[in-house]
Protein backbone atom coordinates (compact mmCIF):
# COMPACT_ATOMS: atom_id res chain seq x y z
CA UNK A 1 0.00 0.00 0.00
CA UNK A 2 1.26 3.46 -1.14
CA UNK A 3 0.05 7.22 0.22
CA UNK A 4 1.22 9.34 -2.47
CA UNK A 5 1.21 13.42 -2.38
CA UNK A 6 -0.84 14.23 -6.14
CA UNK A 7 0.68 17.75 -6.06
CA UNK A 8 4.49 17.27 -5.10
CA UNK A 9 4.58 13.50 -6.37
CA UNK A 10 6.28 12.21 -3.44
CA UNK A 11 5.71 9.24 -1.80
CA UNK A 12 4.46 9.83 1.54
CA UNK A 13 3.88 6.03 3.64
CA UNK A 14 3.80 2.63 2.44
CA UNK A 15 3.07 -0.66 4.30
CA UNK A 16 3.36 -4.21 3.12
CA UNK A 17 0.23 -6.26 3.60
CA UNK A 18 -1.26 -9.39 2.57
CA UNK A 19 -4.19 -7.57 1.85
CA UNK A 20 -5.88 -4.19 1.08
CA UNK A 21 -8.22 -3.40 4.37
CA UNK A 22 -10.08 -0.15 5.46
CA UNK A 23 -8.16 -0.56 8.39
CA UNK A 24 -4.77 -0.60 7.17
CA UNK A 25 -5.97 2.27 4.98
CA UNK A 26 -7.21 4.14 8.54
CA UNK A 27 -4.48 3.20 9.89
CA UNK A 28 -1.98 4.86 7.60
CA UNK A 29 -4.04 7.85 7.17
CA UNK A 30 -3.44 8.69 11.12
CA UNK A 31 0.08 7.95 11.03
CA UNK A 32 0.05 10.78 7.94
CA UNK A 33 -1.98 13.27 9.94
CA UNK A 34 -0.11 12.37 13.33
CA UNK A 35 3.14 13.42 11.36
CA UNK A 36 1.38 16.91 10.71
CA UNK A 37 0.43 16.12 7.35
CA UNK A 38 -2.95 18.46 6.10
CA UNK A 39 -4.97 16.30 4.29
CA UNK A 40 -7.20 18.64 1.88
CA UNK A 41 -8.53 15.24 -0.11
CA UNK A 42 -8.61 11.61 -0.93
CA UNK A 43 -8.35 10.17 -4.49
CA UNK A 44 -8.77 6.58 -4.30
CA UNK A 45 -9.90 3.07 -5.90
CA UNK A 46 -13.31 3.28 -4.69
CA UNK A 47 -13.23 0.19 -2.16
CA UNK A 48 -16.21 -0.30 -0.24
CA UNK A 49 -15.74 1.49 2.60
CA UNK A 50 -13.41 4.05 1.71
CA UNK A 51 -15.29 6.52 -0.06
CA UNK A 52 -17.15 6.97 3.18
CA UNK A 53 -13.93 6.80 5.74
CA UNK A 54 -13.64 10.68 6.10
CA UNK A 55 -17.14 12.26 5.33
CA UNK A 56 -14.89 15.75 6.67
CA UNK A 57 -12.17 15.59 4.23
CA UNK A 58 -13.07 15.67 0.29
CA UNK A 59 -13.06 11.85 -1.71
CA UNK A 60 -12.75 11.51 -5.36
CA UNK A 61 -13.12 7.90 -6.16
CA UNK A 62 -10.72 7.26 -9.12
CA UNK A 63 -13.03 7.99 -12.73
CA UNK A 64 -10.79 4.93 -14.32
CA UNK A 65 -11.24 2.55 -12.14
CA UNK A 66 -14.84 3.20 -12.24
CA UNK A 67 -14.39 2.48 -16.21
CA UNK A 68 -12.89 -0.74 -15.80
CA UNK A 69 -15.77 -1.54 -12.87
CA UNK A 70 -17.99 -0.53 -15.75
CA UNK A 71 -15.94 -2.87 -18.17
CA UNK A 72 -16.21 -5.75 -16.31
CA UNK A 73 -20.15 -6.06 -16.33
CA UNK A 74 -20.39 -5.15 -20.00
CA UNK A 75 -17.23 -6.40 -21.48
CA UNK A 76 -15.27 -3.86 -23.95
CA UNK A 77 -17.54 -4.84 -27.00
CA UNK A 78 -21.24 -4.97 -25.87
CA UNK A 79 -23.61 -6.59 -27.96
CA UNK A 80 -26.83 -5.27 -26.79
CA UNK A 81 -27.75 -2.02 -27.73
CA UNK A 82 -28.60 -0.74 -24.11
CA UNK A 83 -24.91 -2.15 -23.10
CA UNK A 84 -23.07 -0.82 -25.94
CA UNK A 85 -24.98 3.02 -25.12
CA UNK A 86 -24.23 2.84 -21.46
CA UNK A 87 -20.58 1.78 -22.12
CA UNK A 88 -19.81 4.24 -24.66
CA UNK A 89 -21.35 6.78 -21.92
CA UNK A 90 -19.04 5.83 -19.30
CA UNK A 91 -16.49 6.23 -21.80
CA UNK A 92 -16.75 10.13 -21.62
CA UNK A 93 -16.77 9.98 -17.39
CA UNK A 94 -13.33 11.37 -17.77
CA UNK A 95 -13.91 13.64 -20.50
CA UNK A 96 -16.86 15.48 -19.84
CA UNK A 97 -18.54 17.91 -16.33
CA UNK A 98 -20.52 16.61 -13.96
CA UNK A 99 -24.00 17.95 -14.92
CA UNK A 100 -23.34 16.20 -18.71
CA UNK A 101 -22.33 13.02 -17.33
CA UNK A 102 -25.48 12.80 -14.74
CA UNK A 103 -27.91 14.38 -16.94
CA UNK A 104 -26.86 11.42 -19.87
CA UNK A 105 -27.08 8.51 -17.78
CA UNK A 106 -30.59 9.75 -16.03
CA UNK A 107 -31.42 10.15 -20.00
CA UNK A 108 -30.20 6.68 -21.04
CA UNK A 109 -31.93 5.06 -17.76
CA UNK A 110 -35.40 6.55 -18.93
CA UNK A 111 -35.02 5.17 -22.47
CA UNK A 112 -33.98 1.69 -21.63
CA UNK A 113 -35.90 1.69 -17.83
CA UNK A 114 -38.51 -1.11 -18.72
CA UNK A 115 -35.89 -3.03 -20.73
CA UNK A 116 -33.25 -3.10 -17.19
CA UNK A 117 -36.66 -3.70 -15.02
CA UNK A 118 -37.60 -7.53 -17.61
CA UNK A 119 -37.62 -10.61 -15.22
CA UNK A 120 -37.33 -13.77 -16.46
CA UNK A 121 -40.87 -16.34 -15.65
CA UNK A 122 -41.06 -17.44 -12.13
CA UNK A 123 -38.74 -20.43 -11.48
CA UNK A 124 -40.10 -23.54 -9.46
CA UNK A 125 -39.77 -21.95 -5.97
CA UNK A 126 -41.94 -19.13 -7.38
CA UNK A 127 -39.06 -16.72 -8.19
CA UNK A 128 -38.52 -14.30 -11.23
CA UNK A 129 -34.85 -12.71 -11.22
CA UNK A 130 -33.71 -10.01 -13.52
CA UNK A 131 -32.76 -10.86 -17.18
CA UNK A 132 -29.94 -8.26 -17.52
CA UNK A 133 -28.20 -8.79 -14.06
CA UNK A 134 -24.77 -7.27 -15.50
CA UNK A 135 -25.99 -4.48 -17.38
CA UNK A 136 -27.93 -3.63 -14.16
CA UNK A 137 -24.72 -4.48 -12.30
CA UNK A 138 -23.34 -1.57 -14.14
CA UNK A 139 -26.14 0.88 -14.00
CA UNK A 140 -26.12 0.74 -10.13
CA UNK A 141 -22.49 1.08 -9.83
CA UNK A 142 -22.48 4.22 -11.81
CA UNK A 143 -25.48 5.39 -10.03
CA UNK A 144 -23.93 4.70 -6.47
CA UNK A 145 -20.70 6.26 -7.08
CA UNK A 146 -21.79 9.72 -8.07
CA UNK A 147 -21.72 11.49 -5.06
CA UNK A 148 -17.70 10.20 -5.15
CA UNK A 149 -16.89 11.07 -9.20
CA UNK A 150 -16.52 14.69 -9.64
CA UNK A 151 -15.84 15.81 -6.29
CA UNK A 152 -12.59 17.45 -8.46
CA UNK A 153 -15.22 19.23 -10.30
CA UNK A 154 -16.75 20.80 -7.02
CA UNK A 155 -13.44 21.31 -5.47
CA UNK A 156 -11.82 22.51 -8.29
CA UNK A 157 -9.52 25.04 -5.88
CA UNK A 158 -7.97 22.52 -4.83
CA UNK A 159 -6.58 20.92 -8.18
CA UNK A 160 -7.65 17.19 -7.06
CA UNK A 161 -6.66 14.75 -9.57
CA UNK A 162 -9.70 12.58 -11.04
CA UNK A 163 -7.72 9.32 -11.06
CA UNK A 164 -5.18 7.43 -9.21
CA UNK A 165 -3.34 7.11 -12.60
CA UNK A 166 0.39 8.74 -10.57
CA UNK A 167 0.35 6.18 -8.83
CA UNK A 168 -0.81 3.01 -10.72
CA UNK A 169 2.05 4.56 -13.20
CA UNK A 170 4.64 4.42 -10.50
CA UNK A 171 3.50 0.63 -9.60
CA UNK A 172 3.53 -0.49 -13.32
CA UNK A 173 6.95 0.89 -13.73
CA UNK A 174 7.97 -0.79 -10.36
CA UNK A 175 6.33 -3.93 -11.58
CA UNK A 176 8.47 -3.91 -14.68
CA UNK A 177 11.27 -3.31 -13.07
CA UNK A 178 11.21 -6.28 -10.50
CA UNK A 179 10.33 -8.82 -13.51
CA UNK A 180 13.71 -8.02 -14.35
CA UNK A 181 14.84 -9.50 -11.00
CA UNK A 182 12.37 -12.44 -10.99
CA UNK A 183 15.33 -14.71 -8.52
CA UNK A 184 15.07 -12.32 -6.07
CA UNK A 185 14.07 -13.29 -1.84
CA UNK A 186 11.37 -11.40 -0.69
CA UNK A 187 13.40 -9.43 1.82
CA UNK A 188 15.57 -8.69 -1.59
CA UNK A 189 12.64 -7.45 -3.20
CA UNK A 190 11.12 -5.67 0.01
CA UNK A 191 14.61 -3.84 -0.02
CA UNK A 192 14.39 -3.33 -4.12
CA UNK A 193 11.28 -1.63 -3.90
CA UNK A 194 11.91 0.60 -0.20
CA UNK A 195 14.52 1.99 -3.04
CA UNK A 196 12.55 2.66 -5.85
CA UNK A 197 9.93 4.43 -3.41
CA UNK A 198 13.02 6.26 -1.97
CA UNK A 199 10.73 5.44 1.24
Not at 37 to 43: G, L, P, S
Not at 49 to 59: A, E, F, N, R
Not at 88 to 111: A, V
Request: hydrophobic letters at 35%.
Amino acid sequence: MLFKDAITGENLLKKYVRHETIKLYRDGFEILLNLGFNVKAIVCDGKKGLLQMYPDIPTQMCQFHQKQIIKRYLTKNPKMQASIELWNHTKMLTKTDKESFIGGLFQWYDKWEIFLNERSPKNIRNKSTYKHKRLRSAYNSLKRNIPYLFIWYEHIDLNIPNTTNAIDGHFSDLKNKLRCHNGLSDKRKMKFIDGFLKL
